[in-house]
C-alpha cells in the first residue's frame, strides 16, 4: 500500500493535509480486509472513506472554479472516474463481502488512481494555486463548514449540532464501532446518531462491553451524539461514560446543543480526559495531538 510521503505535496496546506488523510483511510481499510475484520468494522471504514473522498473532491473543485484552472473538466472527470470504480467495489462488498476480488480492486483503484492522481493531476492544480496567492490555509469547506460537516452535508444530512440526524441515519442504520487512523493514531469512533431510544440504549451497552475489554487509559475515542436526547438516555450515557473512564485514554465528543449539556456536566465531575468539540475533525485532529 503506497504511503503518504512529502513529494506528494502540491503545495497547499489544507488540500496535501486532506491528501495525507485520504492515505490513511485507504490504507486503514485495506488493513481490515485483509486481517478479515467484521462486516461491521470494514462497512463502516468504506462509508468514512467514501465521505471523506466526496468532501476532498469538492474541495479541489471549488479551487478550480475559484482559480479558473483550464484542466478543470478533465480533473472533474478523474473525480467522477474515481466515484464510479469505488460505487463498484462498494457494491461488489455488499454482495460478496471483504473477499479476496474486491480487496484486490480496492487496492489497484487506490494504488493506480490515488498516487497517480495527487502526483500529476493535483500537482498542477498546486501550481496555479501557488500563481494566484492561494491563502496558506487553502480553501473553506464548502458553506465555510467543517470537513466533517460537509461529508454529512454531502449525502443530504444537517451537520452534527444542527437540525435532526441524517435521513440514513434515522431510517435505521446500524450502530457499529469502528476504528479508524487519523494522525498515525488509532481511535475508536462511535457514531451514536440517528438511533431511537431503545436502539441508543443498546448501542451505549455494546460499546460500553467493547470498551471495557480494552487495557487500562488505552483508547482514543471519538464519540458523536445527535440522537434525540430523553431521560433516560441522558442518565445511561453518564453512566456509560463513568464505567468507561479507566480504559479511556483520550475522549473527544462532537454533539448536539441538548447532548453538550449533558456532556457539561460530566466536565464539571472532573473528566479531565474530555473534550467537547464542535466538528469531528477538530475532535480528531485533538486527539491524534494525544
Known sequence: MPTWTQKLAIGVPAIDKQHQQLFERADALLLAMKEHRSAGEVRGLVGFLE???????RSEENLMRERRFAGRQEHEEQHALFNRR?????????????????????????????????????????????????????????????????????????????????????AGRPFEP?????????????????????????????????????????LRILTLLASAVTEESAGAFKRYALRNRPHVFASAIVATPFWKIIVTDLLVRGRDDLMLFDHELEALDWLASR
Do not use: N
Not at 465521505?51 to 473532491?57: G, K, L, N, R
Open 178 to 218: 469502528v476504528f479508524v487512523s487519523h494522525g498515525g493514531k488509532r481511535i475508536l469512533r462511535l457514531d451514536f446518531g440517528g438511533l431511537s431510544r431503545r436502539e441508543l440504549l443498546d448501542a451505549f451497552d455494546l460499546a460500553g462491553s467493547m470498551i471495557a475489554e480494552a487495557g487500562p487509559a488505552s
Open 51 to 57: 465521505e471523506y473522498c466526496a468532501h476532498h473532491f
Open 86 to 170: 469505488f460505487r463498484a467495489i462498494v457494491d461488489a462488498f455488499a454482495v460478496k463481502g471483504p473477499s479476496l476480488g474486491v480487496t484486490v480492486d480496492l487496492q489497484d483503484l487506490i494504488t493506480s488512481w490515488l498516487v497517480k492522481h495527487v502526483s500529476s493531476v493535483d500537482v498542477e492544480l498546486g501550481r496555479l494555486a501557488a500563481r494566484k496567492g492561494l491563502p496558506a490555509d487553502g480553501p473553506p469547506p464548502p458553506g465555510g463548514r467543517s470537513e466533517a460537516d460537509a461529508a454529512h452535508v454531502a449525502r443530504g444530512a444537517a451537520p452534527v449540532g444542527e437540525g435532526d440526524p441524517s435521513p440514513a441515519a434515522a
